[in-house]
């Protein structure tokens, strides 16, 4: 049918777009000496993580697809790695955006004491955080909790072992889910705060001309100031708050797009161990792959509100020619 020829095709287009943009990304801010300073550091991790994912996990996971019955032939050793590999890449995508979210919203809400320095320093340490636990998260059924592979049933899928399910789908999604969204409200809330703040603080100008005198015995002094206007602020908004309200967007639609892309499948992954529901595996293997979709999405996202990034992009290409 249509579909059987279709359907591998745009996999494959997908996991190809997906790897040579985050490559593009990642050369980009290797390439400008401009971009090797926060938060690019934080757009670096999260490129090298989708490009893991398309380069490791998406093509065995493809594989698999095409297979019949979506059975696993590659043996034990290689559905291991593939699964290891699945949980440890993914896992770190999701938290180098939660990080992505973590620094705009200190960056807007904090913008004195969140000096340079200081912005170096916790990127750092949020990208080291997110690798450590993606690798402690995606380690664990090598070391007996729960078993992938079913060599027998030629299944290999990541440890259906509820109390595993529960940690993995918790540390790796729910945890960061309530960390963006924490983070957005609370973008939200300073934007509003902030204008309404703005407002009150204006000063209208004078309408009519303002004159004070000052009367004395002696020869009499007039001062008169025509037209007296004093302001605070200037029409429309500036360039920071231009700034800022862009960094808003931006980090609500990566939250939109990670929200939309990943919850159908950690849904699934958290239900379906504890109440031994039998899931279609065609509604499976939508969900995984519409999650393995939102590494395509994270490097379109944040170049777009840059452009820097436009500007390095092109003159990449025609340097290269």
Not at 65 to 76: I, P, V
Not at 303 to 316: D, E, G, H, L, M
Request: aromatic share 12%; hydrophobic share 50%; proline share 5%.
């Amino acid at each position: 049918s249509i579909f059987a020829v279709l359907i591998p095709t745009l996999l494959v287009l997908l996991t190809v777009a997906t790897f040579l943009w985050n490559l593009l990304v990642l050369a980009t801010i290797l390439r400008v000496k401009a971009f090797h300073r926060v938060p690019h550091n934080l757009v670096a991790s999260t490129a090298v993580s989708d490009a893991l994912v398309a380069a490791l996990v998406m093509p065995l996971s493809l594989v698999k697809e095409l297979s019949a019955g979506r059975r696993w032939r590659l043996g034990r050793e290689l559905c291991l790695v593939w699964v290891c590999f699945d949980v440890l890449c993914c896992t770190a995508s999701i938290w180098n955006v939660t990080a992505i979210a973590l620094d705009r919203y200190w960056s807007i809400t904090r913008h004195l004491n969140y000096t340079l320095l200081t912005r170096r320093r916790i990127s750092n340490i949020m990208i080291a955080l997110t690798w450590v636990l993606s690798a402690a998260i995606s380690l664990a059924p090598l070391f007996g909790w729960g078993e992938t592979c079913s060599p027998e049933q030629e299944r290999c899928q990541v440890s259906q072992e509820p109390s595993y399910a529960i940690v993995s789908t918790g540390g790796a999604f729910y945890l960061p889910l309530c960390v963006v969204l924490f983070v957005y409200w609370k973008i939200y809330k300073a934007a509003k705060l902030r204008v309404g703040g703005r407002r009150r603080n204006a000063v209208v100008p004078l309408p009519e001309a303002a004159q004070v005198k000052e009367a004395s015995h002696e020869p009499q002094m007039v001062f008169t100031a025509h037209h007296a206007a004093i302001t605070f602020q200037t029409d429309g908004e500036t360039w920071k708050e231009q700034k800022e309200k862009k960094a808003a967007l931006m980090v609500g639609i990566l939250i939109g797009v990670f929200v939309l892309c990943w919850i159908p499948f950690f849904i699934t992954e958290l239900i379906s161990p504890l109440c031994s529901c039998n899931i279609p595996p065609v509604w499976k293997s939508i969900f995984l792959w519409l999650g393995y979709s939102n590494s395509f999405f994270n490097p379109l996202i944040y170049t777009a509100f840059n452009k820097n990034y436009n500007n390095a992009f092109k003159s990449f290409f025609v340097k290269q020619r």
